[in-house]
């Protein structure tokens, strides 16, 4: 599976950004998809998380409330609307995806085989 993040880019504290994570090769079908975050010198951040089949979704405490992960099944995405940003969510979003990964491991880098490159997301004040 070979995923593309896109949807990055600048924008003002308080704005929105979507970001969009698409899949080429096969569908999401049966994937758990996640989004991610990291900035220099820090660990690999856990976003967002969604199972496809379903569609549970999951979420950093950090970003609940602010930010909706869903799928958009007609053209095999999966977006990360991001609302209220804040300059702290400032980083480099990438998304990722596997199969069969088990509900508390969802928030782990290392449970997903498949990732994307990144797309910066710069908030400015």
């Known amino acids: 599976v070979q995923l593309q993040a896109s949807g990055g880019g600048l924008v003002q504290a308080g704005g929105s950004l979507r970001l969009s994570c698409a899949a080429s090769?096969?569908?999401?079908?049966?994937?758990?998809v996640g989004w991610f975050r990291q900035t220099p010198g820090k660990e690999r951040e856990f976003v967002a998380g969604?199972?496809?089949?379903?569609?549970?979704?999951y979420y950093a405490d950090s970003v609940k409330g602010r930010f909706t992960i869903s799928r958009e099944s007609a053209k095999n995405l999966v977006n990360l609307q991001m609302n209220s940003l804040r300059l702290e969510d400032t980083a480099v979003y990438s998304c990722?995806?596997?199969?069969?990964?088990?509900?508390?491991?969802?928030?782990?880098?290392?449970?997903?085989?498949?990732w994307g490159q990144g797309t910066l997301v710069t908030v400015s004040s």
């Open positions: 090769g096969r569908t999401f079908s049966g994937y758990t």
């Open positions: 990722a995806a596997s199969r069969t990964i088990i509900q508390s491991s969802i928030g782990m880098p290392s449970a997903y085989a498949y």
């Open positions: 969604i199972k496809w089949s379903g569609g549970s979704t």
